[in-house]
């Protein structure tokens, strides 16, 4: 194994670094040792929130996240998320009892889609967490160590690219079984590789940098340079990456329990309410309608704060 090595111009090898102040917290040490990527970061946040964009974005999906956590808690009918039949009123139209309509075997169709919030965004947020831990690590490998093992990394990674990702993942579904577990798995399998291909590219970049260069001269660990200097520098593009995906992930999800190997009844799951309410069409429109106007204004708030937070983050994107 080859890692990367600089010429520091000191005969030994690098001077070890300076020690820590004495009985200074660690926190301390961590922010006077960030002190310019703290400054960084407050002048992002502060940017962020002066873009329109980044504003609707965060209201919307602040919006859902308020519904996820407190929505299931005031829904009117509480039972009927666990699966409860009422089929004296099955598909009635939208009224002042059930704002939304009721489904097929009578539930309240506006409960389905409070409480299928949370599982919507749980799912998405397991999915590009999970991708991202696995991704990450491996793009700061395959781009700082180079080598053999970057490229055995960004072959098996190309494997994955080659195959479009929401066939795939059906396949893996299909191969585990229907469900939401083997859902997210099977969307974390296929999610990883585009984080190891951006990571990888910024990692080939920033690791030329004058301060990598300066950290090594001072005989930093490999694994401190790697992940304490490397890493915090992909963060805005991690994060703006992260943002996009959250919609994304969403949008697989709901296509899997749309062609019924996702979420299974009476799970309230907004695809799989879609999937089903379409028998239904044109005539019971609400089935259909409502959980999927909760997808198109979950995945534009995360679209448009990630278009946002590119913006403000990379400015070159805009040229």
Known sequence: MTWPSADCGVGGGG????????????????REERRSQFHELQRSLYAVLRNPLSVVGMAIVGLFLLVAAAGPSLVPYPED????????????????????????????????????????????????GVAMLIGVPLGILAGFVGGWIGETVMRVTDVFLAVPGLILAIAI????????????????????????????????????????????????????????????NLASPILVKASMDMGLAILAAASLGFIGIGAQPPTPEWGAMIGTGRNYLPDRWWYATFPGGAIFLTVLGWNLLGDGLRDVLDPRSRL
Not at 90 to 103: S, V
Request: charged share 15%.
């Open 15 to 30: 001077a070890p670094e300076p020690p820590p102040v004495a009985g200074a917290s660690w926190w301390a040490r961590f």
């Open 81 to 128: 998320a666990a699966g409860a039949t009422h089929l004296a009123k099955k598909l009635t139209a939208p009224n002042a009892a059930h704002w939304f309509g009721t489904d097929e075997v009578g539930r309240d169709i506006f409960t389905m889609v409070v409480v299928g919030t949370r599982l919507t965004l749980r799912i998405s947020l397991i999915v590009v």
């Open 173 to 232: 579904v299909a191969s585990l079984g229907p469900g939401i577990t083997n859902a997210m798995i099977a969307l974390s399998l296929v999610w990883w590789p585009g984080y190891v291909r951006l990571v990888q590219g910024k990692t080939l970049s920033i690791k030329t940098e004058p301060f990598i260069e300066a950290a090594r001269c001072v005989g930093s660990h490999r694994w401190r340079i790697a992940f304490g200097e490397i890493l915090p």
